[in-house]
């Protein structure tokens, strides 16, 4: 009965799937543009394609797009009872909803925080004064003017300073522009030129824009104008893309000289990666000041001082420091002021003024993240309305998204946090904000960055997680990194459901980080399910295919995601135009409106099936990568570990990744149409199995020190800032048989377990462990059908196959040798497969193909649909080479209707399969829906459908929206109410195949029993 049991559950996975592996999506409501007859008419169809829930985030005002004639602007009496209805129509479903945390998907604050409850900066302002026998007092500068009317004193501070350098000559031969920013796409120089030698210690930049170029310059130094000397090459710090808040000031070693050559050329230009953003595009230098000092700073002090997201490439202390004395609330100095020259500097906070700009009537300043009380007002204010309505039942999460609103370096409260998490007062080093050089001035930088992670975690995250049980939901999140200053994985002990984020045909915005930050910290925290925001684009041409994100979905079932959210499913109030409303282009047009939204049908079941396996049990990872001390810090890229792990990479890997970071003439590639980009960010569709047949986790301090450790090694990275407590904790964990990896590995398998599997290059792999059961996700990601040997770390029971694309099993010959299972497997192109070890039951050996033949039909009646065009076709042709505009253009579903005679035979089964459609296709024989075909190979089984003789055959095909769009655009469009606010194209004026192109292909295959 047992192996029964295991067999009937293998087979009905999918039919009867737990509500949790279903896939949901993200619901926009744009503009205020919402109908009721739309929202039901978008719930129903969420529904019927298999849709758990949707995350609602009503984006922007009625004001932006007054043209949408938008009524519904969020807090209005209308909004509400637009957001009533919704949640009646998903209660009526049985669906499931969540509610962002503010208006809008960027990221918590509304109209009810003022300045002072707002995120807060450290600011200040200076001035030079003169001590000696005619002038020894001198009053504070002007207070800092303040954002939005907000500011509050902290501490002045006297710093004895040099001379301050007189203004330099301008020269070299990059020049400014009419801007008046030096702006340069070949190799030259900016020169600073005095009328006398000058002692230079510092460097100031302010870019022009987000531009990695302006920090790459090399300075150097000559006294006669013709021999230069090296200076200093200013290297980056790593970077997230809201990176603007800030500008770069470095440290030089003090340098006497007349001339200073601010020196640039693009070659040795990173191709760009998530925390080098700006390295992503074309190199060109933009500078729109450059400030020479006279004075000894902090190296890099923007990226030490918590105000922007960056990681300095210099920690060490300095060693060079002014005289610093502190004053009194009056201006006075604690100390006598010798005589010379003098710098008071008068430090506040303010508001940063970021918003939550994504958002329409309920936007206002982003909240305090550090305060308790303001937390609370922010939850309550915005997501404390959606539960009093009715229906509210219907909500089950409360979601924090996209984290778009910079950094927060202080609160009323910091420095009292700081003394008691750090055990000194922050306040006699409070200079070390504005780069003045302290002893211990990298203890306290650093301290101050750990203590804004610790108050991102535990006040905000932790009023968020406690908020959320107290209205009986759940809390998920995205990544924090990087924009604020945090460990991007320690957030996620708080968080029910973590979640990333991935972007279909867009390097410049794809999140690989982000998705490893949400996989290892689900893993490191026990959490069960991995969230995903997937397929978002950030310029969608309305080619896409459920064919064509395949691939990239199942890449991330590999790597650890197990629930998909969909980006994005816009609310399209009219019921008379198609496809209608979009997020202004950006995403995959996942909603009704889509023409093969209906078809989806059969992705939506494969995810289903495949989420419903992968949320099963604990996941199985060999390898920990310690995240180290460093704050801010997140997960590595793989491209990260090859330094560390050459061996297990292989010396192919080694040298393509060289190549890649050599970029070599900076090559560029178009990606989407029309935003041109480095040929060389990092894309993790290149890495897929790169450690052959090991998978690693990134582990962050917290988890290190304070949880189960169940990896067989770890790897410390080369450089890493590693603290005592954290250094214990490795010893430990050494001591037990862990296997520490602190310099380059070099063997092609850990000496303390062999790989977990080995596979051919190109196949993706996932395993998890449910008790005795053994669960191993397989995805080919080449376009070529591929039968191979593959060897799995277990002997655990017999192995069954099962394929997620249509929920069939199959036992395959197998043989356990020296701990591994091996066995054969076919993948289609683009295919996948879970092999799940259970205790031995009897189930269907792979069958045998008897015979392909093409099929003979009666000549085929197509009708389609949306302009009630009829025609008889024999052969098949693509409906883009017809005369008719009506057919030329047409976009959407159009059904084949035909005839045919087949002999069936007791004992064998009958395939059909489309080998060429353009794009998805539902099938029905006599009647019977045989189901939908989306992908390779393009097969339904039609076996219990058949009759002896003549046979009905209809074939609902149904393409992209792209040929229509192009021809609406030119006049010549195949039906009416075309219309979208998504402007973007694909290159040229080019038509898609479109159509059923080839005669159907019969497969027969005869079934045996297993022996």
């Known amino acids: 009965m047992k192996k029964y049991l295991i067999s009937i559950a293998l087979l009905t996975l999918g039919m009867q799937a737990h509500a949790s592996s279903r896939p949901w999506t993200f619901w926009y409501w744009m503009y205020g543009a919402v109908s009721k007859q739309a929202i039901k008419a978008d719930l129903q169809a969420m529904k019927d394609v298999g849709l758990e829930g949707c995350y609602l985030m009503p984006i922007r005002g009625v004001g932006e797009r007054p043209d949408y004639q938008g009524t519904a602007q969020q807090l209005t009496p209308t909004f509400w009872q637009m957001v009533d209805y919704a949640m009646e129509q998903s209660d009526s479903l049985q669906m499931q909803m969540g509610v962002h945390i503010c208006d809008g998907f960027a990221l918590a604050g509304g109209p009810w925080i003022s300045p002072e409850e707002s995120m807060q900066q450290v600011v200040w302002t200076d001035t030079i004064v003169h001590i000696g026998r005619r002038h020894s007092t001198f009053a504070l500068p002007q207070a800092h003017p303040g954002h939005l009317g907000f500011y509050r004193d902290i501490a002045a501070f006297a710093v004895r300073v040099a001379s301050p350098l007189p203004k330099p000559h301008e020269g070299g031969t990059i020049k400014r522009d009419e801007k008046g920013v030096f702006r340069a796409r070949t190799p030259g120089f900016i020169e600073f030129s005095f009328d006398a030698p000058q002692q230079v210690r510092s460097i100031h930049i302010v870019p022009s824009g987000n531009n990695v170029q302006a920090q790459r310059l090399r300075i150097e130094a000559s006294t006669d104008g013709v021999t230069y000397q090296l200076v200093r090459q200013l290297t980056p710090p790593r970077q997230g893309w809201q990176n603007t808040d800030q500008n770069y000031t470095y440290s030089l070693p003090a340098t006497t000289a007349r001339y200073f050559r601010c020196y640039w050329t693009p070659v040795g230009t990173e191709p760009g990666s998530e925390d080098l953003d700006a390295a992503k595009w074309a190199?060109?230098?933009?500078?729109?000041?450059?400030?020479?000092?006279?004075?000894?700073?902090?190296?890099?002090?923007?990226?030490?001082?918590?105000?922007?997201?960056?990681?300095?490439?210099?920690?060490?202390?300095?060693?060079?420091?002014?005289?610093?004395?502190?004053?009194?609330?009056?201006?006075?100095?604690?100390?006598p002021l010798g005589n010379g020259i003098w710098r008071i500097v008068r430090f506040g906070h303010t508001a940063t003024g970021?918003?939550?700009?994504?958002?329409?009537?309920?936007?206002?300043?982003?909240?305090?993240?550090?305060?308790?009380?303001?937390?609370?007002?922010?939850?309550?204010?915005?997501?404390?309305?959606?539960?009093?309505?009715?229906?509210?039942?219907?909500?089950?999460?409360?979601?924090?998204?996209?984290?778009?609103?910079?950094?927060?370096?202080?609160?009323?409260?910091?420095?009292?946090?700081?003394?008691?998490?750090?055990?000194?007062?922050?306040?006699?080093?409070?200079?070390?904000?504005?780069?003045?050089?302290?002893?211990?001035?990298?203890?306290?930088?650093?301290?101050?960055?750990?203590?804004?992670?610790?108050?991102?975690?535990?006040?905000?995250?932790?009023?968020?997680?406690?908020?959320?049980?107290?209205?009986?939901v759940c809390l998920s999140s995205e990544s924090v990194a990087p924009t604020m200053i945090s460990d991007g994985l320690t957030h996620y002990r708080y968080v029910d459901f973590p979640m990333g984020e991935f972007w279909l045909n867009s390097p410049t915005h794809d999140k690989p980080n982000d998705m490893l930050d949400a996989i290892s910290g689900a893993h490191v925290y026990g959490k069960t399910i991995v969230q995903a925001e997937g397929f978002t684009e950030i310029r969608g041409v309305w080619n896409e295919t459920p064919a064509m994100i395949k691939p990239l979905l199942d890449r991330n079932l590999a790597l650890g995601m197990n629930r998909l959210f969909f980006h994005v499913n816009t609310h399209n109030p009219w019921m008379d135009r198609r496809p209608g409303m979009t997020l202004d282009g950006i995403g995959l047009f996942f909603q009704r409106d889509q023409t093969w939204?209906?078809?989806?049908?059969?992705?939506?079941?494969?995810?289903?099936?495949?989420?419903?396996?992968?949320?099963?049990?604990?996941?199985?990872?060999?390898?920990?990568?310690?995240?180290?001390?460093?704050?801010?810090?997140?997960?590595?890229t793989p491209d990260r570990l090859v330094p560390m792990l050459p061996g297990l990479f292989g010396t192919d890997r080694i040298a393509d990744e060289a190549r890649r970071l050599a970029n070599e003439g900076q090559p560029m590639e178009e990606s989407p149409v029309g935003v041109r980009h480095s040929a060389g960010i990092i894309d993790l569709k290149n890495w897929v199995n790169a450690l052959h047949g090991y998978c690693y986790d990134s582990m962050n301090p917290d988890g290190l020190q304070n949880g189960r450790f169940d990896y067989k090694a770890l790897v410390v990275p080369q450089g890493s800032f590693v603290s005592d407590a954290s250094k214990r904790r490795i010893a430990?964990?050494?001591?037990?048989?862990?296997?520490?990896?602190?310099?380059?590995?070099?063997?092609?398998?850990?000496?303390?377990?062999?790989?977990?599997?080995?596979?051919?290059?190109?196949?993706?792999f996932n395993h998890r462990r449910d008790g005795n059961t053994e669960i191993y996700f397989l995805a080919n990601q080449l376009d070529s059908a591929r039968t191979m040997t593959i060897s799995l770390r277990t002997t655990k029971g017999v192995p069954h196959i099962y394929y997620p694309i249509d929920g069939k099993q199959e036992q395959p010959v197998f043989r356990h040798s020296n701990g591994r299972t091996e066995l054969m497997l076919t993948l289609s192109a683009y295919g996948s497969a879970f092999v799940i070890f259970t205790d031995e039951s009897q189930g269907n050996a792979p069958e045998t193909t008897l015979q392909h033949h093409v099929l003979t039909t009666a000549p085929w009646d197509i009708h389609f649909h949306n302009n009630g065009v009829s025609l008889q076709q024999q052969p098949l042709a693509d409906w883009t080479a017809s005369s008719n505009d009506s057919i030329r253009y047409y976009s959407g579903r159009a059904t084949y209707t035909t005839n045919f005679k087949i002999k069936v035979k007791k004992g064998q089964r009958y395939y059909l399969s489309l080998p060429d459609v353009r794009d998805v296709a539902q099938i029905w024989v006599n009647e019977t829906d045989c189901g939908i075909v989306w992908t390779s190979p393009y097969e339904v089984d039609?076996?219990?459908?058949?009759?002896?003789?003549?046979?009905t055959l209809r074939i609902a095909v149904t393409n992209t929206w792209h040929n229509a769009l192009r021809g609406a655009d030119a006049g010549k469009a195949p039906f009416d109410g075309i219309w979208t606010n998504a402007r973007y194209r694909t290159k040229g004026d080019s038509l898609l195949p479109a159509g059923l192109l080839a005669q159907p292909i019969i497969r027969i295959t005869k079934a045996t029993k297993q022996q």
């Open 283 to 335: 190199p060109t230098l933009k500078i729109r000041d450059i400030r020479l000092g006279a004075d000894a700073v902090i190296d890099q002090y923007e990226a030490k001082n918590g105000s922007v997201w960056r990681i300095a490439t210099n920690n060490s202390p300095s060693t060079d420091f002014p005289e610093v004395v502190m004053l009194d609330k009056d201006g006075s100095p604690r100390h």
């Open 354 to 472: 970021h918003t939550n700009a994504t958002a329409g009537g309920g936007k206002g300043l982003e909240c305090d993240k550090f305060t308790q009380k303001t937390v609370e007002k922010q939850i309550d204010s915005w997501f404390g309305q959606f539960m009093k309505r009715p229906h509210s039942n219907v909500v089950r999460y409360i979601h924090i998204d996209s984290w778009e609103c910079g950094s927060q370096n202080w609160s009323a409260s910091f420095a009292d946090e700081f003394q008691r998490r750090c055990g000194y007062d922050l306040l006699p080093f409070l200079p070390v904000y504005a780069g003045i050089p302290m002893p211990g001035d990298d203890r306290v930088l650093r301290d101050i960055r750990t203590t804004i992670d610790h108050l991102i975690n535990d006040v905000f995250f932790a009023t968020a997680a406690r908020k959320a049980r107290q209205y009986g």
């Open 597 to 636: 939204f209906r078809e989806a049908k059969g992705m939506v079941d494969y995810i289903t099936r495949c989420q419903e396996w992968l949320q099963r049990g604990v996941p199985v990872v060999d390898i920990a990568v310690f995240t180290g001390d460093e704050m801010p810090s997140r997960s590595l």
């Open 732 to 764: 430990e964990l050494e001591s037990q048989g862990v296997r520490i990896i602190r310099t380059p590995y070099c063997q092609d398998t850990l000496d303390v377990i062999g790989p977990d599997a080995l596979l051919p290059e190109g196949v993706a």
């Open 942 to 951: 039609i076996t219990n459908a058949l009759h002896r003789g003549n046979n």
